[in-house]
Each structure stands twice: as structure tokens, then as C-alpha cells.
């Protein structure tokens, strides 16, 4: 998650599209909030590829479905997060590798 967002932002400052953005009618939160769910989405739709994983254990090794709930939601939180934690350190760094490093830090 934070690999996705993190490039987001800065991605566009190094190709010179953010000024672009700026100029249309987007305001500032509604670029930011689009980036974020775009991030998040992408996020998603590779966390719920782990569905039948997670389903399996519970058939197999009789996790309550209490239990899935709770480690689906944490994951959730988790995937929150890491989109924010992005999303925050591409706004602020100049350079994409500085993003990702400070992302990951």
C-alpha cells in the first residue's frame, strides 16, 4: 500500500503534470482524495485475491469466523494506513526514491 501511494504525487511533479492538476477545476483535496482511493482500490482488489487463502484456514483448522472478521478488519486498518502514510511522504518528497524510502522508514 505504501509502495503505491507514495509514487503517486511526486510522479506527477517529476513529470510536470502537477501543474496541470492544479490549473483544472480539481480543487487540492479532491486531487489528493482521488489519488488515495485510486491507491487504496488497486490495494483492495490484491488483498482480497487472499480471500480463498484465508477461507480455506478456516474450513481446514476451524477459525471461528469471529477471528477472520477481526484479522479482515485489522487488515483493513493496516491498508489504511500504509495509503495515508504514501499518499503523505509523496506530497512532501522531491524525488520518487526519496518517497518510497521514507515511506518504507
Do not use: D, H, M
Request: aromatic share 10%; net charge positive.
Amino acid at each position: 500500500s505504501p509502495a503505491l501511494s507514495a509514487s503517486s504525487l511526486v510522479g506527477e511533479r517529476e513529470r510536470g503534470l502537477l501543474e496541470g492538476l492544479q490549473l483544472s477545476t480539481l480543487s487540492a483535496r479532491e486531487i489528493v482524495w482521488g489519488k488515495a482511493l485510486s491507491a487504496f482500490a488497486f490495494a483492495l482488489l490484491a488483498l482480497l485475491c487472499t480471500l480463498p487463502a484465508i477461507f480455506s484456514l478456516a474450513v481446514w483448522l476451524g477459525v471461528p469466523n469471529r477471528q477472520i472478521a477481526v484479522f479482515a478488519s485489522w487488515q483493513l486498518l493496516i491498508l489504511c494506513l500504509g495509503t495515508a502514510v504514501g499518499l503523505a511522504c509523496s506530497a512532501w518528497a522531491r524525488t520518487r526514491q526519496y518517497a518510497f524510502r521514507s515511506a518504507y522508514s
